[in-house]
């Protein structure tokens, strides 16, 4: 697998407490991979967790900047910002010469901690693509990449621009597009929240020719701005990670492609159609369908979310990555489906297509299904073109006739790729990740060997995530000490169900029910 020295960027998450008397304190909780350097930068301290380079914050004229992740807009950026070591030297030379309104202007897939004077500012990118927690404590705040380093015996807080975390009292998520200003030695109710995107509620009527081209364009920029030497395309052989890929190659960065399956389904036919048309060193990983649903203490480790749905499309992903050799920059189509509404390619109507994708718009931020946990857990850093700022804004807001039409879904996209690819990847219908590796369907086969009925499946994976995420975020478990089945069993002993024998007269039933 092509690894280089920049295929990460230098820090993937951090841990960092601001306040008075900054001290590292104990090492965090994380599953990330790689090594924690601690540092010290004026009252911000704490340990940054390396990707490939110096793991280092930047200071300058009283500013100490953080960044984890990577910026994608230097092009764009003034002359002036010439001769920067890295992203957050980058983000620091922004903010000394925009201040806060800077983070308007980043373009990225990054978390950020920017400390000046007796303030710090928490920030995510547009999409919250790399998850950010925050936690008060007396005269600091802990800010961290994973919620599991901050959790444990908070007292439930409210911060402007922040949700509350389940299942971890105390801890809050930085928004998605938000930057949030505290005074770790003030009161809380002087904090801040500066919103710095919001996705476009606005809709283009756009000529389709048009339209097509802005797509194409828009995409193959996001794409040669992701690939910074050898990558790593995570192909299904669908449309989505198929345009990737094929821009991938064209971007000239030496491709691999990597598909996953199972004994109980793979979509390994299709994605090799895409690998041998763009001429991709292609590598197949096939493993049993029910060691991949037991590896979900991974998947929800990662995630740090208690949504079984969600679980079951990133789940298969962590398991890929989690057989891939470390060190890679891997490239995914995820995320196309939601502002081009591919979950909803039943609804014919496009009044209805444009309210679900406003509704999936407005509903995607702390699903955390773009989240570099779920590779960085494997030394992998992941990137999603299609989330790209750019891309999103343009997605989002062309018109939902352009998204369906001629009767086909993802229209728009369809076309724009349609001399990269072949005709039966352009044309291929969706079919998602949980379907195609067999992931949702074991799952469900596994409980209903245990007795459960097909009605409390849903409800039953759900139990089963909220109760992996107490333990391996809420209480810092290692996902390898929690065992599925154990889990199972947990969680089907309390929901021992009352179950009301027939005989009962109809009355009493009521009463217990
Ligand atoms: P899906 O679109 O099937 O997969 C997402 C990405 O995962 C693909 O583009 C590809 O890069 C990678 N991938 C999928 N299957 C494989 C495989 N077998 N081997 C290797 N790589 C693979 C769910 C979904 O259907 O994924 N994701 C939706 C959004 C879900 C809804 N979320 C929401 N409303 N917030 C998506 O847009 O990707
Ligand atoms: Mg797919």
């Not at 990460?8 to 991979?33: D, K, S």
């Not at 493993?287 to 929800?300: H, N």
């Not at 369906?404 to 349609?418: P, Q």
Request: proline share 7%.
């Amino acid at each position: 697998m092509p690894t280089t020295d920049n295929a990460l960027p230098p820090v993937l998450g951090f841990h960092a407490r601001v306040g008075a008397r900054g001290e590292p304190g104990p090492a965090p909780r994380r599953i990330t991979a790689g090594e924690a350097v601690p540092f010290t930068g004026g009252t911000c301290s704490g340990r940054l967790l390396a990707g490939s380079g110096p793991a280092v914050p930047r200071t300058a004229d009283g500013v100490t900047t953080l960044l984890a992740g990577e910026l994608y807009h230097r092009d764009g950026l003034p002359a002036a910002l010439g001769g920067i070591a890295d992203d957050a030297e980058l983000l620091l030379e922004i903010w000394l010469r925009y201040g806060r309104a800077g983070l308007r202007l980043c373009n990225g897939r990054f978390a950020a901690v920017v400390v000046e004077a007796d303030s710090v500012v928490i920030a995510t990118d547009h999409a919250g693509s790399v998850p950010l927690y925050v936690r008060r404590e007396e005269g600091a705040v802990h800010v961290a990449t994973e919620a599991k380093a901050l959790a444990g015996g908070g007292v439930d807080l409210a911060l402007p621009g922040t949700e509350p975390v389940p299942g971890t009292p105390g801890v809050l998520r930085v928004r998605a597009g938000s930057a949030v200003t505290l005074r770790p030695a003030g009161p809380i109710g002087a904090a801040e929240w500066t919103r710095t995107w919001t996705p476009p509620l606005h809709r283009l009527a756009l000529p389709p020719a048009r339209a097509v081209r802005r797509v194409a364009d828009a995409l193959d920029a996001a794409v040669r701005t992701r690939v910074r030497g050898p990558v790593t395309a995570v192909l299904s052989g669908g449309v989505d990670s198929g345009s990737v890929a094929a821009l991938a190659s064209r971007a000239g960065g030496r491709l691999t492609t990597v598909s996953l399956g199972t004994d109980a389904g793979d979509e390994f036919a299709a994605a090799r159609v895409v690998a041998e048309h763009v001429g991709s060193d292609h590598r197949e990983f096939r493993c049993g369908a029910e060691d991949l649903v037991r590896q979900l203490p991974w998947a929800v480790a990662a995630a740090e979310i208690v949504d079984a749905e969600v679980i079951e499309y990133l789940l298969p992903l962590v398991v890929l990555y989690r057989a891939l050799p470390p060190g890679g920059r891997l490239l995914t189509g995820y995320g196309a489906d939601i502002p081009l509404g591919g979950m909803h390619r039943g609804t014919a109507e496009l009044a209805s297509l444009d309210d679900v994708i406003a509704a999936d718009m407005a509903g995607f931020d702390g699903l955390n299904e773009l989240s570099p946990v779920l590779s960085t857990l494997a030394g992998q850093w992941t990137t999603h073109p299609f989330w790209d700022r750019d891309v999103l804004d343009l997605l989002t807001a062309l018109e939902p006739g352009l998204k369906r039409r001629d009767g086909r879904d993802k229209w728009v996209l369809r076309e724009a790729v349609r001399d990269l690819l072949p005709e039966s990847t352009v044309r291929r219908p969706k079919l998602g990740v949980h379907e195609g590796s067999g992931t949702t369907g074991a799952w469900t086969r596994l409980l209903l060997a245990h007795g459960v009925r097909t009605s409390e499946v849903g409800a039953v994976k759900n139990a089963m995530t909220a109760a992996i995420h107490r333990r391996v975020v809420g209480a810092g478990e290692h996902p390898d000490a929690v065992s599925f089945d154990d889990v199972l069993a947990a969680v089907l002993a309390t929901r021992a169900a009352p179950v009301i024998p027939a005989q009962v007269p109809p009355v009493w039933k009521a009463v217990v029910s």
